[in-house]
């Protein structure tokens, strides 16, 4: 453990923490070449961070797909007529 | 960002929509113009019902009702987490817009308003109410050493056996589990993200933070999603 992180330190100056803050501005690619040029040196020599990476965009891609709850019709049906009775209200107050 | 992210609201006009400029295709997510597109084409189909609605025709309400309700209901159902909670919210939001729309001036799309009111109404709720399940986060984010790796090694790259391990009903119930763990705020700003394809900037707007707060949180809350899904795959978090 000891040796690769000699070598880690000495290659980069990034640590995997800072590559995990960095991972958000990386995907959205809002980081300015140095840095993602750091990012990607980084990940050439870390496989935890490469992992780490792509367990994230999993987790966003997944959450990506989540269905969207759909409108049960019988609340459909109450919002829309609670609408209309309000609209009558206000048609007969006005 | 996304590609349509790093529009500007001026940028968003109905006037420009033939003049719309090719976006750079840097984006993670690839339909990212393509909705832009659509939410381009629904502004100039409201612009005749919002005049209608201002003159109080009930019938642009229904449509209006149509037009956004599941896309409300769902942003609200999302935060809330009950039904019951989910339609009081839309109901008033669609009352609200009635009401208000005199003064609905154009200078914010007409479905970014509705948006808000909805965020912000269930945002409301959710705060007022003690079913919240929000959890303690730490115990889901990656930790590091002192020198800055990684604490548990190696990290496991877990992500080919996600779909392998769950079936997708399954899989759905837990990210929904997860999501519901999330600080209210958080969860908006996921369920903004990630379901309505807005851009951080939108988001910052309907939250009330700023893009970079915006960018924090959601970075955040995907490491916390992240962390869980490990978790439940029997791996560390960290």
Redesign the interface.
């Known amino acids: 453990m000891t040796p690769r992180n000699a070598v880690t330190k000495a290659l980069t100056d990034k640590t995997c923490k800072e590559i995990t803050d960095l991972i958000f501005g990386y995907l959205n690619d809002t980081l300015s070449p140095s840095v993602r040029r750091d990012f990607k040196r980084h990940l050439r020599i870390c496989s935890d961070c490469v992992n780490f990476l792509h367990t994230y965009k999993k987790a966003a891609s997944v959450t990506r797909s989540i269905r969207p709850e759909e409108i049960p019709l019988k609340v459909r049906h109450n919002i829309l007529d609670f609408l209309r009775g309000q609209m009558r209200k206000s048609g007969t107050d006005s | ?2 590609a349509y ?1 790093s529009m500007t609201d001026q940028n968003c006009s109905v006037e420009g929509l033939s003049a719309m400029p090719q976006m750079p295709a ?4 690839p339909s990212a113009t393509a909705r832009l597109n659509r939410k381009r084409k629904a502004e100039f189909d409201d612009t005749d019902l919002i005049e209608r609605l201002k003159a ?1 025709d ?1 019938q642009a ?2 449509a209006i ?1 149509n037009r956004y ?3 409300l ?2 942003v609200a ?2 935060i809330l987490g009950e ?1 019951a909670d ?2 009081e919210v ?2 008033d939001v ?2 609200t817009a ?2 208000k729309a005199k003064s609905f001036r154009g200078t914010a799309q007409f479905s970014t308003w509705l948006y808000r009111l909805t965020v912000n109404a269930a945002l409301g709720k959710v705060r007022r109410s003690k079913k919240n399940k929000e959890v303690e986060y730490e115990d889901y984010l ?1 930790k ?1 050493q002192q ?4 604490s548990v ?7 080919d056996t ?1 779909d392998e391990k769950y079936a997708e009903r399954e ?2 119930q837990l ?2 589990d997860a ?1 519901d763990q999330l600080k209210p705020v958080d969860k908006s700003a ?1 369920v903004l993200s ?2 309505e394809g807005m851009s951080d900037k939108e988001i910052a707007v309907m939250l009330g933070l700023t893009v970079s707060a915006v ?1 924090t949180r ?2 955040r809350a ?2 916390f ?2 962390g869980k ?2 978790v439940h795959l029997g791996h560390s978090a960290a």
């Open positions: 960002m996304l992210r840097v984006s993670i997510f109080g009930e309400l229904e009702f309700s599941a896309k209901y769902n159902q999302r039904v989910a339609e839309i109901q669609f009352w009635f009401r990656p590091f020198d800055g790796h990684h090694r190696p990290v496991v790259d877990w992500s996600l899989l759905q990210l929904k999501l996921i990630d379901m960018k959601l970075h995907r490491l999603l992240r899904l490990a």
